[in-house]
Nanobody
């Protein structure tokens, strides 16, 4: 019964801020890699940010300095804080989970195989 449920997105003006949450059930986010992805109309899906089981984060260059990924292990919830939003941030946003895998004696995120339904974020100019 693995499930990921994103909070409602919304429409905001350019320069505004928005926080999305992703409530997980059926597993504990502390033991998994978690990520945010987005897909704009007519474009391929892209990774926005990820946070691994140790709390280490990776942010895409396109949103670095504006977006922050975090998780609350007690609430079993993933977040992304989006600031200084731009029209090009308009997309459907998805949260996802991946099991850690081991290569060369170190832990890495495996393939993201569990996905939320997605939530729409629209940024107007």
């Amino acid at each position: 019964q693995v499930q990921l449920v994103e909070s409602e997105g919304g429409s905001v003006q350019a320069g505004g801020s928005l926080r999305l949450s992703c409530a997980a059930s059926g597993f504990t986010v502390s033991s998994y890699c978690m990520g945010w992805f987005r897909q704009a109309l007519g474009k391929e899906r892209e990774e926005v940010a990820r946070i691994d089981q140790l709390g280490r984060t990776t942010i895409a260059d396109s949103v670095k300095g504006r977006f922050t990924i975090s998780k609350d292990n007690d609430k079993n919830t993933l977040y992304v804080e989006m600031n200084s939003l731009k029209p090009e941030d308009t997309a459907m946003y998805y949260c996802a989970a991946a099991s850690p895998v081991s290569f060369f004696g170190r832990s890495w995120c495996g393939e993201f195989g569990s996905w939320g339904q997605g939530t729409q974020v629209t940024v107007s100019s």
